[in-house]
C-alpha cells in the first residue's frame, strides 16, 4: 500500500516535569519516569525522508510540541521540501524569540488550544497556565507576524467541548474574532476510553471524559450554547466549526474507510518512532502497529500488524478502541 500524503508526528512525549497541562496525568513519558521525551533530530529527518510523497506534516501529540529544542528546526526541515507544516501548541512557552522563529521557520498554520474564556475555567482545564500569559503571547505572535512579509503562520484556536466550558462558547467566537483568528474548531472530549483492554493507569481518565462528556449532559442545555455561538459567529464573521451533538450507526457491510479513514490516509509516529493507527490513540500501550525507527516506515505501515487492524475496521466487528472514538462515532 501506498504511503500516504498526510503524516502526524509527535515531537515531544508527555512530559510531567515541565508545562504539565493536563489535571489527569497518564502517561509517563519523560522524567522522573525516565530520560527527556523527545525525537531525536537525525529520527525526525530520517522519517521524513522515508515517508515518500509526504505532502502536509502536523506536529502534535500529548506533549507541547514547542518543548523540543529544536522544534522549529524540525519544521524548516519540512517546510524546506515543500511539505505544508502545521501544529498545535497551547502557547504558554512561546517569547519573542519563540514567536520570531515561528514566524521565520514556514510553519503554515499554527493551531492555538484554548479550552476557557475566563481566567477561572481556563486554569482549572490547563492545570498551572495563566490565561493572561497566553493573551500576552498572542500579542507577541502578531507582532512577529505583522512584522513578516508573509504573514504566515496562519493561526487558528482550538476548544475543546465540555460540560464545564459549554458556557463560554460564545464567549470564546468573541476572543476569536478579537484575536483575528482564521477559525474556531470545537470538538468534543476525543475517546470515552471504554475499550476493555484499557490499561488501569488510565481509569481516572476515563471517569473524567465521563464526567464532562456533552453526549450524557441536558440536550437543550447545548442547543441553547451552541445557538448562540452560532448567531455571534455569523455577526462577528468568524468561521466556526462546531462538532455534532449525536454518533453516528455504521449500517452492516459499510467500507472501513467510510467508518474512519485514518488508518489508510494518515500515519501518526511517537515521539520513539512507534506508529499508531491514528492521533486519538494517542499512546502506543493501548494500540501500536510497530516501532518505524526500527523496521523501516513502508514495512511497517504495509505490515501484517498494520493490516490486521484495517481489516477489523472494516469489518462489522471493529476494535473496541475504535468503537469508544469520538472521531469513528462521527461527533469529534
Known amino acids: 500500500m501506498q504511503l500516504p500524503t498526510y503524516l502526524q508526528i509527535e515531537p515531544v512525549g508527555q512530559c510531567n516535569l515541565r508545562c504539565q497541562m493536563c489535571a489527569i496525568q497518564f502517561r509517563q513519558d519523560g522524567p522522573p519516569y525516565g530520560p527527556l521525551a523527545f525525537m531525536a533530530f537525525d529520527d525526525f529527518t530520517a522519517l521524513i525522508d522515508g515517508w515518500t ?36 501548541s497551547n502557547l504558554t512557552l512561546l517569547n519573542e524569540r519563540r514567536a520570531r522563529a515561528c514566524v521565520a521557520s514556514g510553519l503554515d498554520c499554527l493551531h492555538v488550544s484554548i479550552d476557557g474564556a475566563t481566567p477561572e475555567t481556563y486554569e482549572r482545564i490547563r492545570v498551572r497556565s495563566h490565561l493572561d500569559k497566553v493573551i500576552r503571547n498572542l500579542g507577541l505572535l502578531r507582532t512577529a507576524r505583522a512584522q513578516s512579509e508573509h504573514g504566515l503562520p ?25 484575536w483575528e483568528m482564521e477559525a474556531l474548531f470545537v470538538q468534543h472530549l476525543c475517546h470515552d476510553f471504554g475499550e476493555e483492554t484499557l490499561p488501569a493507569h ?4 476515563r471517569d473524567f ?15 441553547h450554547f451552541f445557538g448562540l ?28 474507510r467510510q467508518r474512519c479513514s485514518w488508518p ?7 515521539y520513539s518512532g512507534d506508529a499508531m493507527p491514528c492521533c486519538m490513540v494517542s499512546t502506543p500501550d493501548r494500540a501500536n502497529m510497530g516501532n518505524m525507527f526500527a523496521h523501516g516506515v513502508e514495512q511497517v505501515w504495509n505490515g501484517d500488524v498494520f493490516n490486521a487492524f ?10 473496541d478502541i475504535c468503537r469508544s472514538c469520538a472521531l469513528y462515532a462521527g461527533i469529534f
Open 310 to 319: 484495517r481489516d477489523r475496521l472494516a469489518s462489522d466487528e471493529p476494535p
Open 209 to 223: 471524559v465521563q464526567s464532562q462528556t456533552l453526549l450524557e449532559d441536558d440536550p437543550s442545555r447545548v442547543e
Open 229 to 256: 455561538a452560532q448567531e455571534t459567529a455569523a455577526v462577528l464573521g468568524v468561521d466556526l466549526r462546531l462538532p455534532r451533538t449525536q454518533p453516528r450507526v455504521h449500517p452492516p457491510g459499510t467500507p472501513g
Open 264 to 270: 489508510w490516509s494518515g500515519g501518526y509516529v511517537s
Open 154 to 178: 496562519q493561526v487558528r484556536m482550538v476548544m475543546v467541548l465540555m460540560r464545564q466550558n459549554l458556557h463560554e462558547l460564545p464567549d470564546l467566537v468573541r476572543f476569536a474574532a478579537e
Open 53 to 88: 510523497g509526504l505532502r502536509e506534516l502536523h506536529l502534535q501529540g500529548l506533549g507541547e510540541p514547542m518543548m523540543h529544542p529544536r522544534f522549529f528546526d524540525m519544521v524548516a526541515y519540512a517546510a524546506g521540501k515543500d511539505i505544508r507544516v502545521t501544529t498545535n
Open 202 to 205: 488510565y481509569g481516572p481518565m
